[in-house]
C-alpha cells in the first residue's frame, strides 16, 4: 500500500487548508484512515481517525475545527483533512496513516498492517 499526501501549505491565521492522501496498492480492506502529525521538537500526535466501523476521533486541540473524510467510491481512496480556522499552533508536517488488512486464503481478511504517507508541511503564520 503506498500513500500519497498533498496539499500542504502557508496560511494565515484563521485560514483554510485541504489535506488529500491518495491510497493505492493491493490489500483486502482498509480498517482506518486518520492524520496525524508532528511540529519540530514535539512527539507525533493523532489529529484526527476515522474507522470503517466505529465513531470518528478527534485531538480535542482541533475539534469543530478540522474534519476527515473518506473518498472511496469509483475505484479510487481519498482520505482528506479539511482545516478551518487554522492557528499558529497547527504548524506541523501532517502524515496520512492508513490501517487495512492484506488479503488471506479465500479472500478473507489477513494480517493487519500500517502505512504512513510522506509529510506534507502545514504552516500556519499569526
Known amino acids: 500500500v503506498q500513500l500519497q499526501a498533498s496539499g500542504g501549505g502557508l496560511v494565515q491565521a484563521g485560514g483554510s487548508l485541504t489535506l488529500s492522501c491518495a491510497v493505492s496498492?493491493?490489500?483486502?480492506?482498509?480498517?482506518?484512515v486518520g492524520w496525524c502529525r508532528q511540529a519540530p521538537g514535539r512527539q507525533r500526535e493523532l489529529v484526527a481517525r476515522?474507522?470503517?466501523?466505529?465513531?470518528?476521533?478527534?485531538a480535542a486541540s482541533v475539534k469543530e475545527r478540522f474534519t476527515i473524510t473518506r473518498d472511496s467510491a469509483n475505484a479510487k481512496n481519498m482520505v482528506y483533512l479539511h482545516m478551518n480556522n487554522l492557528k499558529p499552533e497547527d504548524t506541523a508536517a501532517y502524515y496520512c496513516?492508513?490501517?487495512?488488512?492484506?488479503?488471506?486464503?479465500?479472500?478473507?481478511?489477513?494480517?493487519?498492517?500500517?502505512?504512513w504517507g510522506q509529510g506534507t508541511q502545514v504552516t500556519v503564520s499569526s
Open positions: 496513516k492508513v490501517d487495512a488488512f492484506t488479503t488471506g486464503k479465500g479472500w478473507s481478511p489477513g494480517r493487519r498492517f500500517t502505512t
Open positions: 476515522m474507522p470503517t466501523e466505529g465513531d470518528l476521533v478527534y
Open positions: 496498492g493491493s490489500f483486502h480492506s482498509i480498517d482506518a
